[in-house]
């Protein structure tokens, strides 16, 4: 018999299970909050282009924020560009085709929207050469990449709706889930892609193998008849 405090065995795993598909999920919703916002800052020169590569779902908006920064030698730090410099961004998308091609100046805000799933090239590169006379061409880049529903500015979106606190969470719950199940969806894409290529693949191989078989087989039968001719001019047979 079995106390009321007690579970049985059954019932131990029927806990375990749903707590284990809690943390998974869980880990799966923190892996996707954190990666759909990155942040970092890098160095270029003079007419030199970074490019990064983004993977992002289809019908997904994408914010990017950055500040350029120049290198005081006197005060040994960098500091804000000046306004005259410009800064030139260009995204692409999974087929090679130009999305976003714009010019902004020192500091700026760049918005797009993809319609194909995969990934994305961000480009940023500097079209003056007025910096290179502070610290030898070399120009500091903060750079700061939000992915859907992070872009959304939820306190402007507040004001203007005119929602309470718990619409406004609520709405941001709904978007969230709207966003990773077009993650999902981008997975599952990337698995199909990836089925047919390995299913691709497989096939040529088989097919290779067969041309293989059959030229051994042609050079064996070659070989054969060339050896009984051979045979044959010299009376052995």
């Known amino acids: 018999m079995l106390s009321s405090g007690e579970l049985s065995p059954g019932r131990k795993m029927v806990s375990v299970r749903i707590r284990m598909r809690s943390c998974v999920f869980s880990v799966l919703l923190l892996n996707f909050l954190c990666s759909s916002v990155s942040s970092l800052y890098f160095h270029i020169g003079e007419t030199e282009k970074k490019c990064f590569i983004e993977e992002i779902p289809d019908e997904t908006m994408i914010i990017g ?8 030698k006197q005060r040994e730090e960098y500091l804000p560009a000046t306004q005259g410099l410009g800064m ?3 995204v692409k998308d999974p087929d090679d085709k130009v999305i976003l091609s714009r010019q902004y100046g020192s500091e700026g805000r760049f918005t797009f929207t993809s319609h194909t799933p995969g990934e994305h ?3 940023l590169h500097s079209n003056s050469s007025k910096f290179s006379l502070f610290a030898g061409g070399m120009l500091r880049v903060h750079l700061d990449i939000q992915v ?12 203007k709706d005119k929602l309470t606190e718990l619409q406004l969470r609520v709405r941001q719950l709904v978007e969230q889930v709207d966003q990773i199940q077009k993650e999902q969806n981008y997975q599952r894409y990337r698995e199909e892609r990836f089925r047919q290529t390995s299913e691709s693949t497989n096939q040529r191989v088989l097919w290779w193998s067969i041309v293989q078989t059959l030229i051994l087989v ?5 070989q054969m008849r060339h050896l009984k001719s051979f045979f044959e001019a010299k009376k052995l047979v």
Not at 150 to 158: G, V
């Open 65 to 72: 924020n950055y500040r350029t920064q120049l290198y005081d």
């Open 148 to 159: 859907g529903e992070h872009a959304n500015n939820y306190a402007e979106i507040a004001a």
């Open 88 to 90: 030139y961004v260009e």
């Open 121 to 123: 090239q961000i480009c």
């Open 218 to 222: 042609a050079i064996g039968i070659w």
